[in-house]
């Protein structure tokens, strides 16, 4: 695993295998946030606010980008708080304070937004897939699955107010994705139901409350300032 642009306060695997929809050939994706040295924030030019790379397939956010990517529900940034126990690899002190107020994050406009938008890139990719080929079927297949998983997520989180990460039931995600591969209109009847599901009143908050990553932030910032002793320019 590469070197951490900062300190990791929170990581695991996240994707198809958090799902339950890996198969054989799946990659294995990770998702953490980290916390640069607060001192990096004070200079002229700010530190990358995020890491990306490829064999292992890793993304890492700083924890400013993190909050304000979960503060506006992205389906990928905001699971890595959700996820079942056994799938983090790094959790420090910080990291579980940040899982403590995970649900302090979600709103219903922002959910309805953000999943509803990713469900319905989902479904333009679905549409541009000739499934008369093998190749691109498969492709179509699983644009077909992270549609109805996102769908799925949004709609328990709207209800019941809660991230279903793992999904309950895999195989009912992959049969409607082939049977949608086959029949595209299937998810259009899809998105025009949860929707209406989304219009509907639900558990969530209209906004999300900002305060307490506020407050978890700066602890983060307080945590990760080690200043430097400049020489006296005076001489």
Same mark, same amino acid.
């Not at 916390?35 to 890492?60: C, F, M, Q």
């Not at 498969?138 to 709207?158: N, S």
């Given at each position: 695993?590469?070197?951490? &642009?900062?300190?990791?306060?929170?990581?695991?695997?996240?994707?198809?295998?958090?799902?339950?929809?890996?198969? @054989?050939?799946? #990659?294995?994706?990770?998702?953490?946030?980290?916390?640069?040295?607060?001192?990096?924030?004070?200079?002229?030019?700010?530190?990358?606010?995020?890491?990306?790379?490829?064999?292992?397939?890793?993304?890492?956010?700083?924890?400013?980008?993190? /909050?304000?990517?979960?503060?506006? /529900?992205? &389906?990928?940034?905001?699971?890595?708080?959700?996820?079942?126990?056994?799938?983090?690899?790094?959790?420090? &002190?910080?990291?579980?304070?940040?899982?403590?107020?995970?649900?302090?994050?979600?709103?219903?406009?922002?959910?309805?937004?953000?999943?509803?938008?990713?469900?319905?890139?989902?479904?333009?990719?679905?549409?541009?897939?000739?499934?008369?080929?093998?190749?691109?079927?498969?492709?179509?297949?699983?644009?077909?699955?992270?549609?109805?998983?996102?769908?799925?997520?949004?709609?328990?989180?709207?209800?019941?107010?809660?991230?279903?990460?793992?999904? $309950?039931?895999?195989?009912?995600?992959?049969?409607?994705?082939?049977?949608?591969?086959?029949? $595209?209109?299937?998810? #259009?009847?899809?998105?025009?139901?949860?929707?209406?599901?989304?219009?509907?009143?639900?558990?969530?908050?209209?906004?999300?409350?900002?305060? &307490?990553?506020?407050?978890?932030?700066?602890?983060?910032? @307080?945590?990760?300032?080690?200043?430097?002793?400049?020489?006296?320019?005076?001489?």
């Amino acid at each position: 695993m590469s070197t951490a &642009p900062g300190t990791v306060l929170l990581s695991g695997i996240v994707g198809s295998t958090a799902y339950g929809l890996a198969h @054989a050939g799946s #990659d294995i994706d990770r998702l953490g946030l980290f916390a640069t040295p607060t001192e990096g924030l004070h200079g002229l030019h700010r530190p990358a606010e995020s890491h990306v790379t490829t064999a292992p397939d890793r993304t890492l956010h700083e924890a400013a980008k993190w /909050c304000r990517l979960a503060l506006g /529900c992205n &389906p990928t940034a905001s699971e890595l708080v959700w996820l079942p126990e056994d799938l983090y690899e790094v959790r420090t &002190p910080l990291g579980e304070e940040l899982i403590a107020i995970r649900r302090s994050f979600l709103s219903a406009r922002a959910v309805r937004n953000a999943y509803l938008g990713y469900a319905t890139q989902q479904f333009r990719k679905l549409l541009t897939r000739d499934t008369t080929d093998p190749a691109t079927r498969a492709r179509a297949a699983k644009h077909a699955r992270h549609l109805v998983r996102l769908l799925d997520q949004a709609l328990h989180l709207h209800e019941a107010g809660h991230n279903l990460v793992r999904l $309950p039931d895999p195989e009912r995600v992959r049969d409607l994705g082939e049977r949608i591969a086959d029949d $595209p209109a299937r998810a #259009d009847r899809l998105l025009a139901a949860a929707t209406d599901r989304l219009d509907r009143p639900g558990v969530l908050p209209d906004r999300p409350d900002e305060r &307490p990553a506020d407050a978890w932030l700066r602890r983060v910032r @307080a945590a990760h300032w080690t200043p430097t002793r400049d020489a006296d320019p005076t001489g």
